[in-house]
């Protein structure tokens, strides 16, 4: 995300029809919009700083969306993060995530078994690494560190329509 940011409940962002600036309020992330300038429709991008709480609002609306995370290892902090999690416990098999980490350590991600319940590995980055892991056959699905370990990582989940 290149674009920069003048209030932290907006995006700013450039119409990719017209060539203005538009401050695009942060509950249409991810969703259709038009330019107020010349009415185009286009798609207003994922808030670059989201936390996960705020981009987990937007699951179920067929978008996609981001989540950074930095784990600072001072054993206080919760390790785990929630990336999507269906509350019906239906398979995210529609989603696909793309976690890419900065590290200095390896980024986990897991999710929990619709047949089973318990947690299924489904894949992990070392620093540098980006990967692409299809969500299915798990309803809940977290990325972690070990712990008292420190990491940063991107995780942006699309939504195949
Ligand atoms: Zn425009």
Redesign the pocket.
């Known amino acids: 995300m290149t674009e920069g940011q003048t209030r932290p409940d907006r995006i700013l962002y450039t119409?990719p029809?017209?060539q203005?600036q538009l401050r695009i309020p942060i509950e249409f992330a991810g969703m259709k919009v038009s330019?107020r300038?010349?009415n185009?429709e286009l798609i207003a991008p994922a808030h670059p700083s989201l936390p996960p709480a705020d981009g987990l609002r937007f699951v179920g609306t067929g978008v996609a969306f981001e989540i950074v995370r930095t784990w600072a290892g001072d054993g206080e902090e919760e390790h785990r993060t929630t990336i999507l999690r269906d509350p019906l416990k239906h398979d995210l098999a529609m989603f696909t995530l793309a976690l890419e980490c900065f590290g200095p350590s390896t980024v986990h991600v897991g999710g929990l078994s619709v047949e089973s319940g318990e947690l299924i590995p489904l894949g992990r980055a070392r620093a540098g690494e980006c990967r692409i892991i299809p969500l299915r056959g798990v309803y809940h699905v977290y990325a972690w560190v070990e712990r008292g370990e420190q990491s940063r990582a991107r995780m942006i989940v699309a939504r195949q329509e």
Do not use: G, P
């Open positions: 119409c029809s017209c203005r330019c300038f010349c185009a």
